[in-house]
């Protein structure tokens, strides 16, 4: 049990960071000069997630790092 438990976290925490991941890399690209999603909704999205009472570790913070790296680098 405290094994599926731990793979079904890390699957999860994993399965956000990418979405978010691919989110931040939607942010730099333009379809008929339009930005497909602004940094501004990013933002909003992880606000959201961060109001939904999921725990911290799983949902929220998986969804801060990528979006922090495009910021810092």
């Known amino acids: 049990m405290i094994e599926e ?11 956000i960071y990418c979405i978010i991941e691919f989110l931040v890399m939607l942010s730099h690209d333009t379809f008929h000069s339009k930005q497909v999603i602004k940094v501004q909704d990013l933002i ?14 799983t949902h929220p ?6 979006v922090l790296y495009d910021f810092l680098f």
């Open 5 to 15: 438990t731990i793979a079904s976290y890390d699957v999860l925490s994993y399965f």
């Open 44 to 57: 909003k999205h992880y606000e959201l997630l961060l109001a939904s009472g999921h725990e911290p570790e």
């Open 61 to 66: 913070l998986a969804a801060l790092e990528p």
